[in-house]
């Protein structure tokens, strides 16, 4: 049977998603602040913490790919779109200036295309 | 399989006015000219270096994207022939390739850019790589409904983050204040 993404029983493969999400940008900051470290070592550091996350993942895709027969293309967007809005988080969190108009249509327009893709 | 090619092309090629317009990029002046002053960086480098710089870090993107996106059709596809283990273990080598990519294209953007503006970045590859691989391994069309909401959705990043770079300032000491 196959089950739309954006159903309660994609819940259980979202939130963990979610997290992933939210640790890969929480790495991504620090890497971009810690300058004084070599860009050789952190890229080892890195590859090596992606170790728990493929060990994580494979699993987890191929319970959504085989067994609940959530569609590829839903998959990919779904993780693309939560990276990004865990950015947007961010940058909302630590503002330095009062957002722009076109910079709230542009939430908008991202979150409705997001949706409707997904619907 | 062409038109969705293009598709994914023109998705890509959305970076370009993208970063003219945040003139991350330029092509109109001198390359030998030094790039613009951001407060709290030293304007170190020359227009062509920083042209360079930003190119090479989409690159670089770019190829990780391709090399995560091919492991996930291929875990996919040889997921009933090779073992759990083989599996993870063949993940772990494309996101390990990725991240040496990823890391020092970040950080070479990072020089002229904001965080936000590598996300873009990020999402714009991960879209257009993802549907030349979809459309090539699996001849899957993606429909015009699709694409319009595609091409939205990295429209609208880009609208998000149209904010020109702009690195944090040096704090000021309580002497300088108080001058």
Redesign the interface.
């Known amino acids: 049977m196959e089950y739309s993404i954006l159903s309660f029983q994609s819940l259980p493969f979202l939130l963990p998603m979610v997290v992933c999400a939210i640790i890969l ?1 929480v790495g ?2 620090i ?2 602040n810690f ?1 004084h470290v070599p ?1 050789k070592k ?2 080892m550091i ?3 913490l ?2 728990p ?3 994580f ?3 987890l ?2 319970k959504m ?2 067994d609940f027969g959530f569609e ?2 839903f998959i ?2 779904a993780f ?2 939560i ?2 809005i865990s ?2 988080i ?2 909302v969190l630590m503002p ?2 009062a957002p ?1 108009i ?2 709230i ?10 949706y ?2 997904l619907a | 399989m062409l038109e969705t090619i293009l598709f994914a092309v023109v998705i890509f090629a959305l970076l370009w006015p993208f970063f003219i317009y945040l003139d991350v990029m330029n092509f109109t002046k001198d390359p030998s000219t030094m790039e613009k002053h951001l407060p709290g960086r030293p304007a170190r480098r020359t227009i062509g270096r920083k042209n360079e710089d930003v190119s090479k870090s989409i690159g670089y993107i770019f190829v990780g994207h391709a090399l995560i ?1 091919g492991a ?1 059709f291929a ?2 596809n040889f ?1 009933d022939l090779l073992p ?1 283990g083989a ?3 063949l ?2 080598a494309a ?3 990725a ?2 990519l ?3 294209a ?2 070479m953007m ?1 020089a002229y850019s904001n ?2 503006h ?2 873009v970045v ?2 714009v590859c ?2 257009s790589t ?1 549907i030349i691989v ?1 459309s090539f391994v699996y001849d ?1 069309k993606v429909n015009i409904e ?1 694409a ?3 091409f ?2 990295a ?9 020109k770079p ?1 690195a ?1 300032q040096k704090k000021k000491n309580e002497e300088e204040i108080s001058f």
């Open positions: 940008n991504l900051y890497h971009l300058k860009i952190i890229s890195v590859a090596l992606m170790l996350f493929a060990a993942f494979v699993p895709l191929s790919a085989f590829l293309l990919y967007i693309s779109g990276c990004f950015v947007l961010f940058a330095k200036r722009s076109v910079q249509l542009g939430v908008g327009v991202f979150l409705f295309s997001f409707s893709l | 996106c996930f875990f996919l997921n759990d599996l993870i273990a993940a772990w996101m390990a390739i991240m040496f990823f890391s020092p970040n950080r990072n965080l936000g590598i996300a990020h999402l991960m879209l993802f979809i899957v699709q319009g909401y595609m939205l959705m429209v609208g990043a880009m609208m998000i983050f149209s904010g702009n944090p």
